[in-house]
């Protein structure tokens, strides 16, 4: 049973790319979570998925930032024009239930450079 | 609304030394507390977590911590720590119901370094 993947491990974007950030949940889990870490910060909350369905997406940023959990694929966070204040690593979760206190677990992160 | 507060941002300890990582936290709820390590370059892997029930809960690799909601802590500790343990240590709250339990707020974070 893979844990949460994420890919890629490092991205390196110039300031107004797109970086695309994928998640493929443990086998199971229907429910996605999108954490962003910047440096000597604590993980914050962004965005919780299920299947076709943003449930809460309270921590994104209101422009540029998206994500998606389609039917068939894994979840994609999307960032558009991306700039330097962007760089950070962004942690996908996923869980089989809603509750985080059930056994949601974290992918490697995506670790993302802007230059 | 939720916070934790990690009081410190590093510590340095001894090999085979006994080390205590503070965590407080608020919340107007009832809450779930959680710690988290993550190795350098990895991904935060849960250590361990208290849901109910006794308020001591241990890990399989030696670290302990205790809920005091008196105090509202839940400081991390191990009696003889390994240089493997060095690691960030986060620690984390949720909320037992409503929107919050879905997310986990986290604390800034403990860099842990132990010295040979």
């Known amino acids: 049973n893979a844990g949460v993947m994420q890919n890629p491990r490092h991205l390196v974007r110039r300031r107004g790319q797109e970086a695309r950030l994928r998640c493929s949940p443990m086998k199971g889990h229907s429910h996605v979570y999108w954490y962003r870490q910047l440096p000597e910060e604590g993980l914050k909350f962004m965005v919780y998925l299920q299947k076709e369905n943003i449930i809460d997406e309270s921590g994104m940023p209101k422009e540029r930032f998206s994500a998606e959990f389609p039917k068939e694929g894994p979840s994609i966070l999307r960032i558009q024009q991306v700039v330097r204040g962007d760089s950070a690593a962004y942690f996908c979760a996923s869980s089989p239930g809603q509750r985080m206190n059930t056994e949601a677990f974290f992918g490697q992160g995506t670790r993302l450079t802007v230059v | 609304a939720q916070s934790v507060t990690q009081l410190d941002s590093q510590v340095p300890v001894f090999e085979e030394a006994p080390v205590e990582l503070r965590c407080n936290y608020s919340s107007s709820v009832s809450v779930y507390l959680f710690w988290y390590v993550q190795y350098p370059n990895q991904g935060l892997q849960l250590l361990l977590k208290y849901l109910s029930g006794s308020t001591l809960v241990e890990s399989i690799n030696g670290f302990e911590a205790e809920f005091n909601k008196s105090q509202t802590s839940f400081h991390l500790r191990k009696p003889s720590v390994h240089i493997s343990d060095t690691a960030e240590y986060f620690c984390?709250?949720?909320?037992?119901?409503?929107?919050?339990?879905?997310?986990?707020?986290f604390g800034k974070g403990t860099k842990l370094s132990v010295i040979p």
């Open positions: 984390a709250v949720s909320e037992d119901s409503g929107a919050g339990s879905y997310q986990l707020t």
